[in-house]
């Protein structure tokens, strides 16, 4: 139990378009969903918190509208890259957990390449 | 905030040892203590925690240990295996809201067979 998908697992696109990462739970309902960021060879860097139905709490340095999140329902989250620069080539994680649960899920995680 | 070390940032090791990981936590409000595992590619699978009212738990081959006032957390895993390469990150959660973890920077972990 406890599956959290993520698609796509990788995407290249071109400088100034954007890209959707979607991000399912896909057994259980996710109260809250996470984003991360990680660069290679460091940790995971938390960028954004939503909740249901609320709008995403970003993490200091995060601009949310150039990380656009969509927590629309109890099993999917959005994470929208608008007008991406090479800079935001990375992998792209989501986590989910359900209310009360100290544990959070975590996803495959999505790379992604800007030329 | 919560701070959290973790050490060593690489450690390599025959198969058939033992590896120790360690991580301390600045915050003594934490009581969530997750170990994660990241194979190249992937995103992270939890594969042991432990809560702050308990100072040891095993699972097989894997044990964590938590010193709650020294303020460290160690990750033991016995009778390594070459599939346990991977890296290892430790995080911390502040008790309350959506136990948000803190990670640490992550051990790179080379069993040679």
């Known amino acids: 139990g406890a599956v959290v998908s993520q698609h796509p697992s990788w995407v290249i696109c071109k400088s100034g378009t954007s890209v959707k990462i979607e991000c399912r739970s896909l057994?259980?309902?996710?109260?809250?969903m996470f984003w991360y960021r990680q660069f290679p060879k460091q940790s995971l860097m938390l960028m954004a918190t939503?909740?249901?139905?609320?709008?995403?709490?970003?993490e200091q340095g995060v601009e949310k509208d150039k990380f656009l999140i969509n927590h629309a329902s109890l099993t999917l989250s959005t994470l929208t890259v608008t007008s991406a620069h090479p800079e935001d080539s990375s992998f792209y994680i989501c986590s989910a957990s359900f209310r009360g649960s100290y544990e959070q899920y975590f996803g495959p995680g999505t790379r992604l390449t800007v030329t | 905030g919560e701070n959290v070390e973790q050490h060593p940032s690489t450690l390599s090791v025959q198969e058939g040892d033992s590896a120790v990981i360690k991580c301390t936590y600045s915050d003594s409000a934490s009581n969530y203590f997750p170990w994660y595992k990241q194979e190249l590619g992937k995103g992270p699978q939890l594969i042991i925690d432990i809560r702050s009212n308990v100072g040891e738990k095993k699972d097989q081959r894997i044990a964590v240990t938590l010193n709650k006032t020294a303020k460290h957390f160690s990750l033991h895993i016995t009778e390594t295996q070459p599939e346990d390469s991977a890296v290892y990150f430790c995080?911390?959660?502040?008790?309350?809201?959506?136990?948000?973890?803190?990670f640490g920077r992550g051990t790179s972990l080379i069993v040679h067979p």
């Open positions: 939503s909740n249901e139905g609320s709008k995403a709490t970003y």
């Open positions: 995080a911390a959660s502040l008790s309350g809201g959506s136990y948000i973890p803190t």
């Open positions: 057994d259980f309902q996710a109260t809250t």
